[in-house]
């Protein structure tokens, strides 16, 4: 969430006497000690701040973000809201320390069975809070999870990108963009290359896409970022979204930053319709299809032949874009944590 939080940050600090900005930098993987470090600096912080006057605590909360969901639980006076990026839960696993993840079973045989108590254990810290999701979705199912809070939706925002060339005037290709991880489609690259027509072509570009194997008809770059970040979108026509949020856990609701970012580039989306991405195929911007990695496979073949279609749906970007920039979709936070 580090790019989402720089930019956030700048939007919405004018709209305050003083921010401090207190970053967790073991990025899901901590020990016992680092969570109860940061969660003990939090509070000094907090109490602090809280001397010289009126305050507000805002947290960016993530599925494996430990220090930030036990930093939240603060004393009841102080207002307290949270972003909730994979949604439904501000957490999903509260005890993922760096020890317990190392042996997964373990990890598993702690979270799995014990779901209702930690699902009770969240109810507890976010009674009477104001949540954000940054999908309707997503807030829907906030609020059916956190009953005892406010759940509101917002938008992910689009960054300020350059211009690039119209989609019809960029090579005939799909690409897949981001982090490296289980379930976000990368291991179905070899499939879509196998369904996808000979003169279309698939660029990679992400963190840890380098130590993807290599396939014959794939361009793999491995992170990009600056202009070759703005190389790799100019190189392709849609972006391949073929990940699901499904999890023996639940269906999580998270927004998808890699989608803004290729919306940013004026790049539409093939994608399945799971989770969040079923709400984007109705907003514009985005084709969902029924079924996986073949049915993509199948509507690239047909849409990136049809110049017609392309036009018309990079007219939706283009308009998602004007829609869906950082001070307009800052609107909700604001306007909540004015009431507060």
């Known amino acids: 969430m580090g790019d989402y939080a ?40 907090v109490l602090e701040l809280e001397k010289k006057g009126p305050i507000l605590v805002h947290f960016e909360q993530s599925a494996g973000s430990q220090a930030t969901f036990w930093g939240s639980w603060l004393p009841a006076r102080i207002p307290v809201t949270s972003t909730i990026h ?11 320390t760096k020890l317990l993840y190392r042996y997964r079973l373990l990890h598993h045989a702690v979270h799995y069975p014990t779901r209702p108590l930690t699902t009770w254990l969240q109810r507890r810290v976010t009674k009477g809070r104001t949540l954000f999701a940054l999908t309707t979705v997503g807030a829907d199912n906030v609020q059916i999870k956190m009953k005892d809070s406010t759940a509101i939706a917002s938008r992910i925002f689009v960054p ?9 005037d960029r090579p005939r290709a799909v690409g897949m963009f981001g982090h490296v991880y ?16 000979d003169d279309i072509g698939i660029v990679v570009a992400g963190r840890g896409t380098e130590s993807l194997d290599p396939i014959d008809g794939v361009t793999v770059l491995g992170e ?32 998808s930053s890699a989608v803004s970012r290729s919306f940013a580039y004026n790049t539409p989306i093939i994608c399945i ?31 990136l032949r049809d110049e017609f279609a392309q036009n018309k749906i990079e007219d939706e970007v283009r308009e998602l874009r004007s829609a869906r920039t950082i001070d307009k979709c800052v609107l909700p936070f604001v306007s909540a944590w004015a009431k507060l």
């Open 6 to 45: 720089d930019d956030f940050v700048a939007a919405v600090s004018p709209q305050f006497e003083s921010v401090t900005d207190y970053r967790i930098t073991a990025d899901g993987n901590e020990s016992v000690a680092e969570v109860v470090a940061a969660v003990r600096e939090i509070r000094r912080v």
């Open 86 to 96: 994979d949604a439904p839960y501000p957490v999903w696993w509260p005890f993922k």
């Open 160 to 168: 300020p990108r350059d211009e690039l060339p119209a989609l019809i």
């Open 182 to 197: 289980k379930g976000k489609g990368f291991d179905l690259i070899g499939r879509l290359r196998e369904q996808l027509d």
């Open 224 to 255: 990009v970022n600056d202009e070759e970040e703005d190389a790799f979108f100019g190189s392709i026509r849609f972006l391949v979204v073929p990940y699901s949020k499904d999890n023996p856990y639940g269906k999580a609701f998270a927004a």
């Open 273 to 303: 319709l799971d989770g969040s991405l079923a709400e984007m195929a109705t907003e514009g911007g985005a084709i969902g299809v029924d079924g996986g990695i073949d049915a993509i496979a199948t509507e690239a073949n047909t849409v």
